[in-house]
């Protein structure tokens, strides 16, 4: 295979694009695509203060290498969960990508606060993914408030987001359908705009950027994902994209072309509190993250 902008041997080819390129060639592609979503869909530019969620995988980290070397203002945000080994190695690989490239990083430990996920897990009834989704939300939320953050940047890929939208299809939920889009305005002054640009990469294209650029991430998944629901619409995904190469884009792309917004909500003027316990803004009393922490007493 010959890569196609140079006739060099290629490293990577790219079915849906039926495509093969070199590594200078693939770097170049996949910046593009980067640079196209943020600006396609107007996330940032060089005068907002990024927050960056890390999570010590490749997606994250790749969006924190490439964001930095585009020039933008990024800080790097990660929680340390408390899942035993799997949070460790993470951590690991997250303060030696921090110290290699030199960048800036904000780390939230829930065990020093005494409230690891396992603990969380083993108190309060509901799923665990739902429970950690809580944490997160709220330390994403408090930390990019606090530092004034302009806007929170995560990995997120298409085939991420492609399984969420299979997910949210099958169901059929407007309230989730009206969430999908890749940059998430922000709601009031604690909920900062959420933005997803690896969102035109698979999952496979960010593996091969890491790879290329010897970006060193976790390999193993968090322990507590297995059976997750995701899995099962990412592999009924990738079934049709082999048989189909370019099915995941076009299931995407035309979603926000035809549909999005049919599912746009009514903007509603919720009432805003500040929490009892914790004092940041909440939909209610008590927030729901606090809620959750009055089940450890
Ligand atoms: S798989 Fe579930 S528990 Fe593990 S990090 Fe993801 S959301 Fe948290
Ligand atoms: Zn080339
Ligand atoms: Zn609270």
């Not at 694009?17 to 693939?26: G, W």
């Not at 076009?250 to 316990?277: I, P, Q």
């Not at 993250?289 to 089940?295: A, D």
Request: aromatic letters at 12%.
């Amino acid at each position: 295979m010959k890569c196609r902008k140079c006739g060099e041997r290629a490293l990577v080819t790219l079915r849906r694009h039926n495509a093969s390129f070199c590594k200078e060639h693939f770097n170049e592609f996949f910046r593009r695509q980067v640079e196209k979503g943020i600006k396609d869909y107007k996330m940032f530019d060089w005068s907002d203060k990024i927050m960056v969620c890390i999570s010590g995988g490749k997606d994250s980290l790749v969006l924190w290498y490439l964001l930095n070397d585009m020039g933008f203002d990024t800080t790097g945000m990660y929680i340390n969960l408390g899942i035993g080994e799997y949070s460790q190695k993470s951590l690991e690989k997250v303060n030696n990508f921090a110290e290699k490239h030199n960048l800036k990083s904000i780390i939230v430990n829930l065990d020093e606060l005494g409230h690891p996920i396992p603990l969380l897990e083993s108190k309060v009834k509901r799923q665990v993914c739902a429970i950690c989704g809580t944490a997160k939300r709220y330390y994403f939320n408090k930390t990019a408030y606090e530092g004034k953050f302009d806007v929170v940047a995560t990995g997120h890929n298409l085939d991420d987001e492609t399984a969420r939208l299979l997910g949210n299809v099958l169901k059929w939920d407007p309230a989730y359908l009206s969430k999908m889009d890749p940059n998430l305005p922000e709601d009031g002054e604690f909920i900062k705009r959420k933005v997803k640009p690896l969102v035109r990469l698979t999952e496979l294209e960010v593996g091969a950027f890491a790879f290329m650029n010897g970006i060193d991430y976790i390999k193993d998944e968090c322990p507590k994902a297995v059976g997750a629901t995701s899995m099962l619409y990412k592999n009924a995904l990738n079934n049709l994209e082999s048989e189909m190469p370019g099915t995941k884009h076009y299931f995407y792309n035309e979603f926000f072309r035809s549909a999005a917004d049919k599912f746009k909500m009514e903007e509603v003027n919720t009432e805003m509190h500040t929490c009892a316990v914790c004092g940041l803004e909440s939909f209610n009393e008590v927030c729901s993250f606090c809620r959750m922490l009055e089940k450890l007493k």
